[in-house]
Structures are given as C-alpha cells and as structure tokens.
C-alpha cells in the first residue's frame, strides 16, 4: 500500500480532551481544535488514518498521568466523537497480526486498542505500518514523552516521513517531554503547526494556461 500522506491520531481520548476527562488540561481545548483542523483536512483529502486508543484494566493506574484515565468501559476510554469517522474499522485490544486485504478501500480510518503507549509494539498494527511503502506521517495526540516519540522515532528508524502537528498534541505535563522532542528533531521529524499542514498545495500552471498567455514586451 502506497500513500503520500497518513494521518497518525495517538490517545485522543475523553480524558485527556474532555471537560469531564480525568486529567483535561487548559491547553486541551486549542490542541482540540487543531486535532479537529486534521481531521477535517484529512476528510476533505481522503487521507488515510490511523489511530490509537489506550484502554487501560481498572486495577491498573495507567501509563501516561499519575491518576486513573482511559480505564476500559468508562466514558473516559472513549475517543473524542470528531475524531471518528464513518468508513473506519476498529480492531480492538486483540493483539494478532491478522489484517484484510486491501484495507484502506474500504476504511478510512483503521483503529487499535492497545494497553501499553507504544503502537509499534501491537503486531497488528506493527504490520500494518511495515506493508506501507514510503509516504509522511502526520502525528497529534496525546503523550509526547510516550506514545508520540515512541512512534514518531519508530517511523523515523523505517525511513518514512514523520511530521508532528506541533500544536496539536499535549506533554500531559510530563518532565520528559523536552527530551522527548529534542529526540524527534535529532531523529529528523518535521515540528509543523497544523495551520500549514492543512494549506492547499499552490497550484500550479498547466502547459495549455502557459500556451495561452501573451508574452511581455
């Protein structure tokens, strides 16, 4: 499978971008409105997403804050509704490296559940990225010392293009977060806010337009 452009989408969960969620931040709202920019720019442009939701066991703290979020059958686990999109399929929490044929004919966006940040450890997942052949990924989300570096450095070691929507994703208030990003820049990731990820490409003049202009005198 051959794309120019997909659209990575890791964590956007009610907890983290909700009012209600167990950890909403005040920077949640902007990140929100710009993870909704690349959702509405991915529809327009029928570019393929994929996207990650953290289902944590409720004995379990969870990985990314220090207080309960994305635990299994609450609200929180859930995805933010503008984030889902009709043609999708959800793969669930089961880790197999099953996959249909021709997946991306029919679903737009492709879904996985998983218990741990890291999306490249999923083997589903894992060989879904590994039959893509080159293209760029667009990254937003949550957790950029966790799931987002983890899989924008793994992408990076794959030889794809990896941008991360610089104001679309949220640190979560972790220590580790500049570290985070100061590896992505040393693994060769693109930093883009999301207003020139979702610019038209410039159009350009066709040879018949060129033909037909009078020549300067």
Request: with cysteine; glycine share 6%; aromatic share 8%.
């Amino acid at each position: 499978m051959k794309f120019e452009r997909i659209l990575l989408d890791i964590e956007v969960q009610r907890d983290f971008f909700d009012r209600s969620g167990s950890f909403y931040t005040k920077p949640a709202a902007e990140v929100a409105a710009n993870i909704y920019r690349l959702f509405t720019w991915a529809r327009k442009h029928r570019i393929p997403v994929i996207s990650t939701v953290l289902r944590i066991r409720p004995d379990r703290l969870g990985p990314l804050v220090d207080v309960p979020h994305c635990v299994e059958e609450t609200p929180g686990e859930e995805k933010m509704p503008r984030t889902v999109l009709p043609r999708r399929i959800n793969f669930g929490i089961r880790n197999v490296t099953d996959l249909p044929r021709d997946l991306f004919r029919w679903h737009q966006q492709v879904i996985f559940e998983k218990r741990y940040t890291d999306i490249l450890a999923h083997t589903r997942a894992e060989r879904l990225i590994t039959e893509l052949e080159g293209g760029t990924f667009f990254i937003c989300g949550a957790g950029v010392a966790k799931g987002i570096v983890e899989v924008a450095v793994g992408l990076r070691f794959r030889g794809f293009s990896v941008v991360l929507a610089s104001d679309a994703v949220l640190d979560l208030g972790d220590k580790h977060a500049l570290m985070a990003r100061l590896r992505m820049e040393a693994k060769g990731v693109a930093f883009i806010p999301t207003a020139r990820i979702v610019l038209p490409a410039p159009r350009r003049p066709t040879a018949s337009f060129r033909l037909a202009t009078p020549a300067l005198r």
